[in-house]
């Protein structure tokens, strides 16, 4: 079953360019099974018409509080209390301003106060206007009293300033609004997760490294934030964005991951090491940029501390996932890492096999724990993740009880 099947979506658009986009979220929140009922506030329409907005959504549109016949059809404590959820989007400074205030001098805002229904905000303003000190006020207020703040993201904006304010992409808003009503078996808990690669300098402007894109770590992360985990990424260089709501710490070689994981470690009850951290650094880095002065030139390496054997040294140690990339022997030697880094639980996969493993979309693993194995099928990181969470989570609870 589709996650928003049957969910009972209230969609509220305030009067901002990026309206625009509202048919396809709509189209889209359809799409996974949603209802949705849009509300237009006056400044919307003059962005994009109801009727657009009836035949995507095969609802009637309300639009005004004062309205007999759409009082007749679906009141407005009705909608209210019909709503699973309300998402606003775009959000104005002007109608978070008013949701702030507590106003009900439109139909939108009303049914913000009439509702029981968590209200989620996706904020849309040129970058001068949410960094004002009012919006930042209203925002933290809202944010203190339950509200959901998807986003603003960053980028090129309408009127040609660059900076925070654009509405997150609807793909984005479509994710989140699928997270929110997904389980949260895992609230409570604080997950770690290490990602992506290690740089390690050679000189100024050069460095060693591997092919890691992170974006395992990254769905993992993802999954274990929509399961209601806190979340903290402790990243590498990669290309890709940190899942919305997760913590990212981003550090470049593997000596500064060390000393990072080694501070959240001890904070958190699951740590999973994915990072792909390199095993070697140069012993002695240049301070300039060194000269192709001889045919053969020689770079000493030295070891890395073992960042995930270091976290499951600790007295008082989270529950540990590690990773296990092989070419070969794949349950032998993951067994082997299990048992000589002290892990509660190993995923290995064959990076050997095509169409899965490093850089790839998909990816196939074994998570292996002391006395038993799982295989997890080839597919989507984004669904091997989230598989994966449920397992170790199956796993955690085992070991608490
Ligand atoms: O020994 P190997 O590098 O194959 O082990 C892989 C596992 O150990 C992964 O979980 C990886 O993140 C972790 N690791 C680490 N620090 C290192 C090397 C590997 O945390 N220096």
Redesign the pocket.
Known sequence: MQILQDKKIVLGISGGIAAYKIPELVRRLKDQGADVRVVMTEGAKAFITPLTLQAVSGNGVADSLLDTQAELAMGHIELAKWADLIIIAPATADIIARITAGLANDLLTTLCLATDAPIALAPAMNQQMWHAIATQANVATLNERGYHLWGPGSGEQACGDIGLGRMLEVSELVNLSSDFFADKYLQGQHWVI?AGPTREAIDPVRYISNHSSGKMGYAIAHAALRAGADVTLISGPVAISAPIGSKLISVIS?KEM?HQ?LIYAKKCTTFV???????YRVANIAEQKIKKTNDVMQLELVK??????D?ASLADKPFI?????ETENVEH?ARG?LMR?NLDL?AANDVAKSGQGFNSDNNALTLFSAIDKTEIALANKQIIAQKLVSLINQHYLAKQS
């Open positions: 290490t593997a060390h994981a090491a994915c990072a792909a951290v390199a095993d890395n501390h073992d960042i995930v054997a976290v996932i590690g990773f296990a990339a030697y890492k880094k190993i």
